[in-house]
């Protein structure tokens, strides 16, 4: 089947296009300090007929409770986070269809967009990228980086957070697709640690 693009996709976004849609999946948290804890994950990239795409992003703890060793400044976010109506959302597809008391860890919005000046150092097949991602813990995060042949590449350019944020001092996310499933893994730097992974998961196509 060929594939079709979105219907009204602006094409300075086409670069993106595989990516329009809602996708679920589960993965894991796993950082020093913190016990590594299994989540549930629902991602939607979608459009307005702008020249951008919009992102959203909720990740749910399969734990009933926060783990014990994370850095308090977490924990009290994801404790706030939890009180949000949606915190009782289930995934549908853990424990053989049994619904799960899930607990809201984190969530992010933003946009996607190609910037119209193409880097001379870019190799061939890949399209420069922008993105912009904005969390109620009181950070902002602007990545650079380059899409192709189904695979993203990203590096954090600029990090901006309130002064009760927890100080994250860079990061990185991979996204591919791999047998029709988006496979991410986001590296952090924060509490002192180097850049290293922070989390990753596989996701399934929800829409088709």
Do not use: C
């Not at 053989?96 to 992010?108: A, F, K, M, R, Y």
């Not at 047998?179 to 991410?184: A, K, P, S, V």
Request: net charge negative.
């Amino acid at each position: 089947m060929a594939f079709a693009f979105p219907e009204g996709l602006a094409p300075e976004v086409y670069p993106l296009a595989w990516l329009v849609g809602s996708w679920r999946g589960e993965g894991v948290i796993s950082y020093p300090g913190i016990d590594d804890a299994p989540f549930v994950q629902d991602v939607t990239f979608d459009h307005d007929g702008g020249p951008y795409l919009r992102y959203e992003s909720t990740i749910r703890l399969l734990e009933p409770s926060v783990p014990e060793t994370v850095p308090a400044e977490w924990a009290d976010a994801a404790e706030k986070a939890s009180d949000a109506p949606e915190a009782a959302a289930s995934s549908g597809s853990a424990n053989g269809g049994v619904t799960p008391e899930l607990t809201i860890w984190s969530t992010e919005t933003g946009y996607w967009r190609i910037p119209p000046e193409r880097p001379d150092d870019l190799p061939e097949g890949k399209t420069p990228l922008e993105v912009l991602l904005a969390d109620p813990a009181g950070r902002v995060t602007l990545y650079v980086g380059a899409i192709g042949d189904a695979r993203v590449d990203l590096v954090s350019d600029l990090m901006a957070r309130t002064a009760s944020s927890v100080e994250v001092t860079a990061s990185s996310r991979l996204y591919g697709l791999v047998e029709g499933d988006l496979m991410w893994v986001w590296e952090l730097a924060a509490f002192g640690h180097p850049l290293q992974s922070y989390a990753s998961a596989r996701l399934t196509r929800l829409d088709g």
